[in-house]
């Protein structure tokens, strides 16, 4: 795959996708002061997928959202 992430675009990517993920793992462990139902489980999870998207993209410095959409931060 081709890079489209710029550096300062990766470090953001990278640092949010992490503070999402943390997010999720303690909405997994109960700390927000959440129970188990279906409903609670449901954010978790989609904060756990975004935030591992991010990381993901960011870490491998390209986003195939940009790419659809005809833009860059690369050299930027």
Known sequence: MEQNVG???RLARIVIGI???A???ALFAGIGGVSGT???VVGPVVL???????VVTGYLQ??????VIGFETLGR
Do not use: K, N
């Open 7 to 9: 550096s300062t675009d």
């Open 19 to 21: 503070a999402v993920l």
């Open 23 to 25: 997010v999720a793992i």
């Open 38 to 40: 279906i409903s609670t």
């Open 48 to 54: 756990a997928i975004v935030g591992a998207v991010l």
């Open 62 to 67: 390209t986003c195939p959202a940009y790419r």
